[in-house]
């Protein structure tokens, strides 16, 4: 007779343990609504402000989940950058910046430019971002494209990775060139591009 009631005292138990696992995960969760967030150095210096309509903040991990992302990127207290994208993710205590669908990328001294891809990914802790999938750099003078795309945030200069598409707008002469290249240097302040190959270190410069 003992045998049979001895199952019985083991579902209080079994119910109890999932009711803490799911007050957990409540209390481990936290949606927020127009997220408004800036972040500084050490020393104090702004390096970014992110804004969400919509964004979820996991504290078990300390990563935030946001929608609808603008960040605006600073260097020496002053706007550079405004990136948006359809959703983000902000991981390793606030050091890496990951934004994914219809990324576009703004440089406020030049508006003409705009670098749009599929992926952005900035680990605040090195001076350079990283472009993945359908990079495009457009102005009324060019258009670079390629798979893969790092830019240097301590020069200003695109790296284009092969293979590369270029295609130069000749307004003037109403006609266009399209070319297949190597690795290409786009340099933002300059609008100037280089060309690399394998056979010689630059084989053309571009000024617009």
């Known amino acids: 007779m003992n045998k049979l009631y001895k199952p019985l005292f083991l579902i209080p138990l079994i119910i ?11 209390y481990l969760s936290q949606s927020i609504n127009n997220l ?23 504290k078990e991990t300390n990563n935030f989940k946001l929608k609808e992302t603008t960040i ?14 359809d959703k983000s993710k902000l991981s390793n205590n606030n050091k890496l910046i990951e934004l994914n669908g219809n990324v576009l ?45 790092v830019l240097k945030k301590s020069t200003n200069i695109i790296e284009f990775f092969n293979p590369v598409k270029y295609k130069i707008n000749d307004s003037i002469r109403d006609s266009q060139y399209e070319i297949n290249s190597e690795n290409a ?20 410069k571009i000024y617009f």
């Open 105 to 149: 990328v703004k440089k406020i001294n030049q508006q003409d430019d705009k670098i749009t891809a599929n992926s952005f990914t900035w680990n605040i802790q090195k001076s350079e971002y990283l472009l993945i999938g359908n990079v495009k750099l457009e102005n009324n003078s060019v258009t670079l494209s390629s798979n893969k795309a």
């Open 16 to 26: 109890i343990g999932c009711k803490n696992k799911n007050i957990d995960k409540k």
């Open 185 to 204: 240097y786009y340099n933002i302040d300059t609008k100037s591009v280089n060309f690399n190959s394998k056979e010689s270190r630059v084989r053309s």
């Open 72 to 85: 605006n990127i600073f260097k020496d207290n002053k706007l550079e950058y405004i990136i948006n994208s």
């Open 36 to 58: 408004n967030m800036n972040i500084f150095s050490k020393e104090g210096v702004k390096m970014f402000f992110i804004k969400s309509p919509n964004s979820y903040y996991d």
